[in-house]
């Protein structure tokens, strides 16, 4: 059975949001600069840092570096054609090409983790999956079975809020947002939301209010009121 198109069409903070907002110069108002000394970006930074490590399967790693590349260059425009029926449909084959190829490499090498092909190959891996329901259960599954550390954890937690999202369930981290034909992105309801940006940071998330900003600022129609009511304006 196909998943209806409104249902597909659900928003995870894209890797590579702030530079893409950095190319949506000339909106209004500007997000405030990030706090690079914050918590969540120490932990952001800490998972990144490649120097001095080894892995164990670099032709891997440049496999999954090109299908994170092919995933991420039609979202580039993403926030301005998101209400584009036929943008979105490109977008959903796109994403069973590669789905079918993230599932060779899954049953062949497993979960692509930080000591397979560091962390720059397993966050490509993650991308891959985050857009495709198929594998985001089987997945989530594997990822919470292995040692932390080997994925990293703000790609955990948005997998983890897309399954949940997708089953019914409050999300933890605040990363998804639902839309619908009117190109409006609308909070999906989450637990606990008093301590929301305690988790985001932990996962080496921004806080909720930041994310919101770039989101605005890279061209996505927001709801504001549809957040928790400690994030409104």
């Known amino acids: 059975m196909r998943t209806p198109l409104a249902t597909r069409?659900?928003?995870?903070?894209?890797?590579?949001?702030?530079?893409?907002?950095?190319?949506?110069?000339?909106?209004?108002?500007?997000c405030p600069p990030l706090d690079t000394t914050a918590a969540w970006a120490r932990t952001n930074r800490t998972w990144s840092n490649e120097s001095g490590l080894h892995w164990s399967n670099d032709s891997l790693r440049r496999v999954l570096l090109r299908l994170g590349e092919r995933d991420q260059a039609p979202r580039a425009e993403f926030g301005a054609?998101?209400?584009?029926?036929?943008?979105?449909?490109?977008l959903m084959r796109?994403?069973?090409?590669?789905?079918?190829?993230?599932?060779?490499?899954?049953?062949r090498f497993g979960l692509p983790t930080r000591s397979m092909v560091g962390p720059a190959g397993s966050d490509a891996a993650m991308?891959?999956?985050?857009?495709?329901?198929?594998?985001?259960?089987?997945?989530?599954?594997?990822?919470?079975?292995?040692?932390?550390?080997?994925?990293?954890?703000?790609?955990l937690g948005m997998l983890e809020d897309r399954v949940r999202v997708h089953q019914g369930k409050p999300q933890r981290f605040g990363t998804q947002f639902n839309t619908g034909p009117?190109?409006?992105?609308r909070f999906a309801a989450a637990s606990d939301t008093a301590d929301l940006d305690a988790r985001r940071s932990a996962a080496g998330m921004?806080?909720?209010?930041q994310y919101v900003c770039l989101l605005e600022e890279a061209g996505m129609r927001v709801d504001r009121?549809?957040?928790?009511?400690a994030f409104r304006p």
């Open 81 to 90: 054609h998101v209400a584009d029926t036929l943008y979105a449909r490109q």
């Open 206 to 209: 921004p806080p909720m209010r």
């Open 9 to 30: 069409l659900r928003l995870v903070l894209l890797v590579g949001l702030v530079a893409s907002c950095k190319q949506a110069a000339g909106q209004s108002p500007p």
């Open 127 to 155: 991308l891959i999956i985050q857009h495709s329901w198929p594998l985001q259960e089987r997945v989530l599954a594997s990822a919470k079975a292995i040692p932390s550390g080997q994925i990293s954890p703000e790609k």
């Open 182 to 185: 009117d190109g409006v992105f």
């Open 225 to 229: 009121a549809s957040l928790p009511p």
């Open 94 to 107: 796109l994403d069973s090409t590669l789905a079918a190829e993230m599932v060779l490499i899954l049953d």
